[in-house]
């Protein structure tokens, strides 16, 4: 048996492990990160980047066989067809590029990866299972970041054509018949794409409107697309298992039970933080519910024991995981840092998406602010025109005193894009007379977000 002794042992080698790792071997700290299959996590190898992939690749099919039918500006295209196989080969080929560039970086950055499970013994050492035999690493600081996995309904575990958004990645064929359990951000991503591959598909959600996570103002034009596509949508609909012939969807909803007939089923209804199977028993930290407890350094209630990531909380997104690691990092090399952010944008890549970073209206107000708020909507765009995607807008949210942006929202075709430019403007402190003064390209949608600060100060030019 092996043994390691090093000053950071990173334990997962997701988005927060890995940039963890990169970051602590740029600050020269000798660092070890354990991953126990392909680096990236579930974010480069089942989540963010190969739903993407199968999220274009359909939207691509989508738009050319409406163009087969509507012809908006006159292009002609003849009988689309999609090679469902090659498109999860490309898939498969981003991640392997991407998990190939994650383990260079880290080659690069002296990190010294370790494959295998990793099962902590105390706060100071791990034992990890490789394939040439059992290692032992003894290390200074220990980084817990070993993320999240879906979560089963007891009443229709995962198997057979019960999936999780990891089988939904790697299907051999588009599904006839697609039930998807949950229209939070898997449900409908992923339920989309495969609408717009050509299944006919059922999304049950047990609440009573489609991603309650966003306000329902947001949320209505990606319901009005789901309805163009054909997809049904039932709300208040509570999932409770198979029917007996096993093709079947039962859902209680309205009172009474209907039967869905589907060839597959996906079951989004959230992911749970990975706190088993890895001796987290042994370290006996302290919890916030499921999660592991951390303070705003990343620091767990056992000294020089971090946890960064899914499994210490929400938002679960890969963007806040990062914030996290190379903070951490920066802090074990003797930085003085603590996670500050005003806000972590979040993005549901339905069609149109969404964004939304900072506070709605609705939360300033409970948060006891008094509020000024204006919304320009895309089809008052000429960008938005000439991409034909008119249906959304930018809202943005500031105090009515002093003009400080508390929060922006957006829904509409590419708004992704401009997560960055909200983000920026709340961590800067921006004013709305500052994005009002700031010349926006034009034709972009990113002058939606200028125009909306605008209407907001009275001012709109374009509305
Ligand atoms: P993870 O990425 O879960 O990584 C944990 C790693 O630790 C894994 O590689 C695991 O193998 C390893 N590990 C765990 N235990 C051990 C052990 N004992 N020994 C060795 N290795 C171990 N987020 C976004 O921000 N944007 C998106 O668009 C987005 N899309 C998503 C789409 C889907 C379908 C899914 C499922 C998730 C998506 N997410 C998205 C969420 C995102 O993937 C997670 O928030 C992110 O991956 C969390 O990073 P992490 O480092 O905390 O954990
Ligand atoms: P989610 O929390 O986004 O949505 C789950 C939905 O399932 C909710 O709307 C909930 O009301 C519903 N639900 C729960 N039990 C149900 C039942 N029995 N019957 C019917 N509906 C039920 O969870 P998710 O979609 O599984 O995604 C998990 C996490 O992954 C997200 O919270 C997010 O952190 C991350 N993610 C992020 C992105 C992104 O950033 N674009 C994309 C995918 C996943």
């Known amino acids: 048996m092996g043994e390691i002794s090093t000053k950071v042992l990173v334990l997962g080698g997701g988005p927060g492990g890995y940039v963890a790792a990169i970051r602590a071997g740029q600050c020269h700290l000798d660092t070890v990160l354990v991953e126990g299959t392909r680096v990236g996590g579930t974010c480069l190898n089942v989540g963010c980047i190969p739903s993407k992939a199968l999220i274009h690749a359909a939207e691509a099919y989508d738009h050319a066989r409406r163009q087969e039918k509507t012809l908006p500006f006159g292009l002609k295209v003849q009988k689309p067809s999609i090679d469902f196989a090659k498109t999860i080969a490309w898939k498969d080929g981003i991640v ?33 299972e490789t394939d040439t035999g059992p290692e032992t690493i003894r290390a200074e600081h220990v980084i817990l970041a070993t993320g999240s996995v879906p979560t089963p309904l007891p009443s229709l575990p995962f198997g057979s054509n019960v999936i999780s958004s990891t089988e939904a990645l790697s299907l051999a064929k588009v599904p006839e018949t697609l039930a998807v359990v949950g ?11 495969f609408a717009k591959l050509g299944a006919k598909v059922t999304v049950v959600e047990a609440t009573d409107r489609i991603l309650p ?32 012939k096993g093709d079947a969807l039962v ?54 024991v971090w946890a960064i ?15 996290q690691g190379e903070m951490v990092a920066d802090i074990i090399a003797g930085e003085r840092r603590v996670f500050d952010k005003v806000a972590i944008p979040a993005v549901c890549f339905t069609d149109p998406e969404i964004v939304s970073v900072g506070l ?15 919304v320009f909507p895309f089809q008052a765009s000429g ?7 008119e249906d959304g807008f930018v809202r943005v949210t500031a105090r009515a ?27 800067m402190g921006a004013r709305l007379e500052d994005i009002g003064g700031t010349i926006h390209a034009h034709p972009t949608l990113g002058e939606a977000f200028q125009e909306a600060s605008f209407k907001t100060l009275g001012e709109a030019l374009h509305i």
């Open 183 to 193: 229209a939070g951000y898997i449900g409908l991503e992923l339920g989309t794409a």
């Open 96 to 128: 392997a590029r991407l998990n190939t560039g994650v383990a260079g970086l880290l080659k690069r950055n002296h990190v010294n990866i370790l494959r295998g499970h990793g099962v902590m013994l105390d706060g100071k050492t791990c034992r990890v």
């Open 309 to 323: 990531g899914d499994v210490t909380g929400e938002p679960m997104l890969a963007h806040r995981a990062m914030a």
């Open 360 to 374: 709605t209206p609705a939360a300033a107000r409970a948060a006891g602010h008094q509020i000024q708020t204006g």
């Open 213 to 244: 996570l966003y306000d329902a103002e947001l949320t209505r034009p990606v319901a009005r697309h789901l309805a163009t596509l054909g997809v049904e949508v039932l709300t208040k609909a509570k999932a409770v298992g198979k029917s007996k």
């Open 383 to 389: 960008r938005a025109m000439t991409l034909a995607a």
């Open 401 to 427: 005193d002093n003009h400080l942006i508390l929060g922006i929202q957006a829904v509409g075709a590419g708004v992704s894009e401009l997560s960055a430019a909200f983000g920026l403007a709340l961590e």
């Open 251 to 304: 859902v209680e909803v309205g009172g009474g039970k209907r039967e869905i007939y589907a060839q597959t089923i996906l079951v989004a209804v959230g992911r749970k933080p990975l706190t088993e199977g890895w001796g987290l028993e042994q370290i006996d930290l302290t919890m916030s519910g499921p999660f592991i407890a951390i303070d705003e350094r990343c620091a767990t209630s056992m000294r020089n």
